[in-house]
Nanobody
Framework: QVQLVESGGGLVQAGGSLRLSCEAS????????ICWFRQTPGKGREFLAA????????YVDDSVKGRFTISRDNAKNTVYLQMNSLKPEDTAIYFC????????????????WGQGTQVTVSS
């Protein structure tokens, strides 16, 4: 089992920045990747970014590339999502998720999820 806890969400003005954290615990050695998704009411979860747990490989979706970056600190078992130049349309609940075998755009392929953290961007 892997447990994930997100933090760092909040209210920010358009153009501002936030850094989200995803702290992992449990059988972290079994993780292949940790990814960030977000979800708005009435929509499915949108893939944003991924980081391999045991290498330096990172991937950021084109939809947020140039504004969002993903990184990890293995010593702290934590993955970060740095979000800059935030826009009102970035308002969503942000989730981190872990997959033991691959990086996937499909939320259903992820075994473990955090509880989510709300990000609200005001105009």
């Amino acid at each position: 089992q892997v447990q994930l806890v997100e933090s760092g969400g909040g209210l920010v003005q358009a153009g501002g920045s936030l850094r989200l954290s995803c702290e992992a615990s449990g059988r972290t050695f079994s993780m292949y990747a940790i990814c960030w998704f977000r979800q708005t009411p009435g929509k499915g979860r949108e893939f944003l970014a991924a980081v391999r747990w045991s290498s330096t490989y990172t991937y950021v979706d084109d939809s947020v590339k140039g504004r969002f970056t993903i990184s990890r600190d293995n010593a702290k078992n934590t993955v970060y999502l740095q979000m800059n130049s935030l826009k009102p349309e970035d308002t969503a609940i942000y989730f981190c998720a872990a997959n033991p075998t691959r990086i996937s755009y499909t939320p259903e392929n992820y075994n473990y999820w955090g509880q989510g953290t709300q990000v609200t961007v005001s105009s």
